[in-house]
């Protein structure tokens, strides 16, 4: 059971290029998020999803886009990368009660220069 | 606006002491509360959490965590700590519509380090 796997883990862009970063899930989980970590910030939510077809913004969503096709799938694309976007992305799943907390991916760090 | 307030960036105890990192939030309902651990280079892993019932809960790893509503904290406390346990740690509420579980607010996270 692999749980949340992201890629890729390690990523150098260019101010002005674009990506999209991968989360899959393979817990048949409703919600799907993604969140930006930097440091002494804590977790920011970007974009959260509550079901295939069905996205919303979080706290942080400008410079981001998501789509959920799938309930596997739940990819996070930055269209013209700014410094401001270097950090440590991080996506997680839970269920539709969510008490167990979320299961989290083990995270794509991101360089703009 | 709800939010999570963790007083301590970073706390060094010594093997064997106790800990206990400190969590304020800020919610108009029953919150729903969670600790997760982060260690270098990877992501967060559940650690226990509050729903409702008994205020202390117990987690994985020896943590345990205490709800006092009247103080609005959930403090992580651990009698005896050990040196694998140096690591981030997180607090979070949860708030989302329809299951207050999901789309959780993080604070900024206490970093532990643990001297021998």
């Known amino acids: 059971n692999a749980g949340v796997t992201q890629t890729p883990k390690f990523r150098i862009l260019k101010i002005g290029q674009s990506m999209t970063l991968q989360c899959t899930q393979d817990?048949?989980?409703?919600?799907m998020y993604w969140y930006r970590q930097d440091p002494g910030m804590g977790l920011k939510l970007i974009y959260y999803?509550?079901?295939?077809?069905?996205?919303d913004k979080g706290e942080v969503p400008n410079g981001y886009n998501v789509s959920r096709s799938t309930t596997e799938d739940f990819p996070l694309r930055l269209e013209l990368a700014a410094p401001s976007q270097t950090s440590v992305y991080f996506c997680?799943?839970?269920?539709?009660?969510?008490?167990?907390?979320?299961?989290f991916g083990s995270g794509t760090r991101l360089t703009v220069v | 606006a709800q939010s999570v307030t963790q007083p301590d960036i970073h706390i060094t105890v010594s093997e064997g002491a106790s800990l206990e990192l400190r969590c304020n939030y800020s919610?108009?309902?029953?919150?729903?509360l969670f600790w997760y651990v982060q260690s270098p280079g990877q992501g967060l892993q559940l650690l226990l959490k509050?729903?409702?019932?008994?205020?202390l809960v117990q987690g994985i790893k020896g943590f345990e965590a205490e709800f006092k509503r009247s103080q609005s904290s959930f403090n992580l406390r651990k009698p005896s700590v050990h040196w694998s346990d140096a690591a981030e740690y997180f607090c979070?509420?949860?708030?989302?519509?329809?299951?207050?579980?999901?789309?959780?607010?993080f604070g900024t996270g206490t970093l532990l380090a643990v001297q021998p």
């Open positions: 997680a799943s839970s269920t539709l009660s969510g008490e167990n907390g979320y299961t």
């Open positions: 817990m048949n989980h409703n919600y």
């Open positions: 999803s509550v079901g295939a077809g069905i996205t």
């Open positions: 919610y108009g309902a029953t919150p729903y």
């Open positions: 509050y729903f409702s019932g008994d205020t």
């Open positions: 979070a509420v949860g708030t989302g519509y329809g299951g207050a579980t999901n789309k959780l607010i």
